[in-house]
T-cell receptor, first 115, second 116 residues
Framework: AQSVTQLDSQVPVFEEAPVELRCNYS??????LFWYVQYPNQGLQLLLK??????LVKGINGFEAEFNKSQTSFHLRKPSVHISDTAEYFC?????????????FGTGTQLKVEL | ETGVTQTPRHLVMGMTNKKSLKCEQH?????MYWYKQSAKKPLELMFV???????ENNSVPSRFSPECPNSSHLFLHLHTLQPEDSALYLC???????????????FGPGTRLTVL
């Protein structure tokens, strides 16, 4: 079984400040890891993913995340946020199985960027 | 239309009503999913269809009934719902190659359901 923990339900930050959204996972097997973003009244959009290779992954809109196997973490970072980054962010773990592909999500972190 | 579309975007229904949610994908995928998104809870996978066959049903109450008539369409039929069923219902699609390969899931905008 696998699970995803997002400890911060809300993160307020001022515009142009750096931000880190935390994600920890547990799994008995190797995993694929993802960050999704959900803007108000919209569905989920893939921000970035880690499948293999370099542990530092770059995504859209200037976001990046680092896979740390020893700490079972996949924290999301952005060096300078913009008002338009205000959204909910979901970390997810991917389980491979025949017959559909299964994502397990965290509870989400609401990022609120203020002027 | 492109991507994954869902209709209606908003739905209010009484506990005795029968309604259906519709999802359509324009991506040529062969797998479709229903998720439930409730406040302060992780997204819950409800149903998975691959090649039009249901491959997963995560202990969802029988008042939710999915239907996948073809690889492009997915329905969720609702009847005698409870107020705690109020949530955002998201549809997604992906390609399923049946093996150990990753294929991205693409999400629709969701249907906001309110049960009175």
């Amino acid at each position: 079984a696998q699970s995803v923990t997002q400890l911060d339900s809300q993160v307020p930050v001022f515009e142009e400040a750096p931000v880190e959204l935390r994600c920890n996972y547990s799994s008995s097997v190797s995993v694929y890891l993802f960050w999704y973003v959900q803007y108000p009244n919209q569905g989920l959009q893939l921000l970035l993913k880690y499948l293999s290779g370099s542990t530092l992954v770059k995504g859209i809109n200037g976001f990046e995340a680092e896979f740390n196997k020893s700490q079972t973490s996949f924290h999301l970072r952005k060096p300078s946020v913009h008002i338009s980054d205000t959204a909910e962010y979901f970390c997810a773990v991917y389980r491979l199985t025949g017959g559909g592909n299964k994502l397990t999500f965290g509870t989400g972190t609401q990022l609120k960027v203020e002027l | 239309e492109t991507g994954v579309t869902q209709t209606p975007r908003h739905l209010v229904m009484g506990m005795t009503n029968k309604k259906s949610l519709k999802c359509e994908q324009h991506l040529g995928h062969n797998a479709m999913y229903w998720y439930k998104q409730s406040a302060k809870k992780p997204l819950e996978l409800m149903f998975v269809y691959s090649l039009e066959e249901r491959v997963e049903n995560n202990s969802v109450p029988s008042r939710f009934s999915p239907e996948c008539p073809n690889s492009s369409h997915l329905f969720l039929h609702l009847h005698t719902l409870q107020p705690e069923d109020s949530a955002l219902y998201l549809c997604a699609s992906s390609q399923d190659n049946g093996g150990n390969t990753y294929n991205e899931q693409f999400f629709g905008p969701g249907t906001r359901l309110t049960v009175l």
